[in-house]
């Protein structure tokens, strides 16, 4: 008796869960269809459990905020977002392949990815044709393979990878891309030697780079060989 009496709370337990989830998908459809006829520009809904997706017809959204919201995969409906440029999307669990989704957000110009526990990213970041402002702080990025992946975003200006694993810039992801870019943190990585920042020269429109943090950065001062 006390076996079937927990099977059919479990079961019940499970029900409910299911109604729950019903419900809330439910609430997000009502929420979005409510909005869709509006001229909302500014959502901020983070710390939620809602989906990226439930956003996309949002005709004049221009900025959207859903960090903590327990991110892991990323949908972009057809002709979704069609003016975002804004998206924060700190504070999930964002994979890489996830990440080649939001290529079909037009004019997104800045994203938010910090604290994802990102290891890798995506192969190519070329049909980021808008992409302006990268933020991928607080993740565990590093390796020559991201590197060329970012040097890849066609338009970048702006790019935070403090708190990460970069050892060094590679100079083939020197030579290759950031054309663009005007600000580069390295801020808190694992760079031993100024040497390893030497492909730097090649981004000609380099105007502040933040290194602080590194190992080989003494009492906030880079010494007299850089």
Request: with cysteine; charged share 20%.
């Amino acid at each position: 008796g006390g076996a079937a009496g927990a099977a059919a709370g479990d079961e019940k337990h499970g029900e409910e869960e299911e109604v729950q989830q019903q419900q809330q998908e439910e609430d997000e459809g009502q929420l979005a269809e409510g909005w869709l006829r509006g001229s909302l520009t500014h959502l901020d809904l983070g710390d939620n459990h809602v989906q990226l997706e439930s956003f996309g017809y949002l005709p004049q959204l221009q900025e959207l905020h859903l960090d903590c919201n327990g991110l892991c995969s990323l949908t972009v409906p057809v002709g979704g977002f069609p003016n975002l440029e804004v998206l924060n999307l700190s504070f999930n669990g964002v994979s890489a392949a996830a990440i080649l989704a939001l290529a079909d957000i037009p004019r997104l110009r800045d994203l938010d990815l910090s604290h994802n526990e990102l290891s890798a990213l995506p192969p190519s970041l070329a049909r980021f044709a808008s992409l302006e402002s990268l933020n991928l702080e607080h993740n565990a990025l590093g390796s020559e393979v991201a590197w060329l992946s970012l040097a890849s975003a066609p338009s970048l200006l702006a790019l935070t990878l403090a708190h990460n694993h970069a050892t060094a810039l590679p100079a083939m992801a020197a030579e290759r891309g950031f054309a663009s870019l005007r600000s580069l943190s390295v801020a808190h990585n694992r760079i031993e030697h100024e040497s390893d920042l030497l492909p730097v020269l090649h981004l000609a429109e380099l105007e502040e780079l933040v290194l602080y943090g590194n190992p080989f950065v003494h009492h906030g001062r880079v010494s007299a060989a850089f």
